[in-house]
């Protein structure tokens, strides 16, 4: 059996304190930290652009809230720029958004072009936007909007005419097929 004298009790009584008191700090300090991404992730979300030296751009959920607002506000370049930059402090299911969130902002600027007729940029960006799709979906299998949009985007492309447009009286109907254009056995469908 082990005896510790008045000193060494002490000494560890001590220790033991000095140990839970520097844990308390740091996760005060931590808590602290937390609510002020928070208060600036919901000062993004009322949809006003804030400027970023006002932030902690070194937060990567801070800097996606930033980016998703700048895609809200339809500032492009400056949203993919934000979200680039985002990629490498980021985990990997922050990732995995950050993927889906440049595919949709590759897929909406598609359908853009799609509409004003200018068939080469839009099959060029679904292409792209295919890509962050699949990329996240590399990293996570299940996530289902990704899949959805990829396949909105695949369809783009392809129900997109090659070459020259020209606009004819007859409006060309959406695909009416099936089957998707999803590689894989669908499942559901008759």
């Given at each position: 059996?082990?005896?510790?004298?008045?000193?060494?009790?002490?000494?560890?009584?001590?220790?033991?304190?000095?140990?839970?008191?520097?844990?308390?700090?740091?996760?005060?300090?931590?808590?602290?930290?937390?609510?002020?991404?928070?208060?600036?992730?919901?000062?993004?979300?009322?949809g006003?652009?804030?400027?970023?030296?006002?932030?902690?751009?070194?937060?990567?959920?801070?800097?996606?809230?930033?980016?998703?607002?700048?895609?809200?506000?339809?500032?492009?370049?400056?949203?993919?720029?934000?979200?680039?930059?985002?990629?490498?402090?980021?985990?990997?299911?922050?990732?995995?958004?950050?993927?889906?969130?440049?595919?949709?902002?590759?897929?909406?600027?598609?359908?853009?072009?799609?509409?004003?007729?200018s068939?080469?940029?839009?099959?060029?960006?679904?292409?792209?936007?295919?890509?962050?799709?699949?990329?996240?979906?590399?990293?996570?299998?299940?996530?289902?909007?990704?899949?959805?949009?990829?396949?909105?985007?695949?369809?783009?492309?392809?129900?997109?005419?090659?070459?020259?447009?020209?606009?004819?009286?007859?409006?060309q109907?959406?695909?009416?097929?099936?089957?998707?254009?999803?590689?894989?056995?669908?499942?559901?469908?008759?």
């Open positions: 059996m082990i005896f510790l004298n008045r000193n060494n009790f002490i000494y560890l009584i001590s220790l033991l304190a000095l140990a839970v008191i520097t844990a308390l700090i740091f996760s005060i300090y931590t808590l602290q930290q937390h609510q002020q991404i928070n208060q600036q992730i919901l000062l993004l979300n009322k006003e652009l804030v400027d970023h030296e006002k932030l902690n751009m070194q937060s990567p959920e801070v800097r996606i809230a930033y980016a998703y607002l700048q895609g809200k506000l339809n500032l492009f370049d400056e949203a993919v720029e934000t979200y680039s930059g985002t990629e490498r402090l980021s985990n990997q299911q922050q990732l995995v958004h950050i993927h889906y969130n440049l595919g949709n902002l590759y897929l909406v600027q598609a359908i853009d072009l799609a509409e004003n007729l068939v080469d940029r839009a099959v060029a960006m679904a292409d792209v936007a295919k890509d962050f799709y699949r990329s996240a979906l590399k990293n996570q299998p299940s996530f289902w909007e990704a899949k959805y949009n990829l396949e909105a985007a695949q369809r783009l492309s392809r129900d997109l005419p090659l070459g020259d447009v020209t606009i004819s009286e007859e409006s109907d959406a695909s009416t097929e099936l089957w998707s254009a999803m590689p894989g056995f669908p499942i559901g469908l008759p």
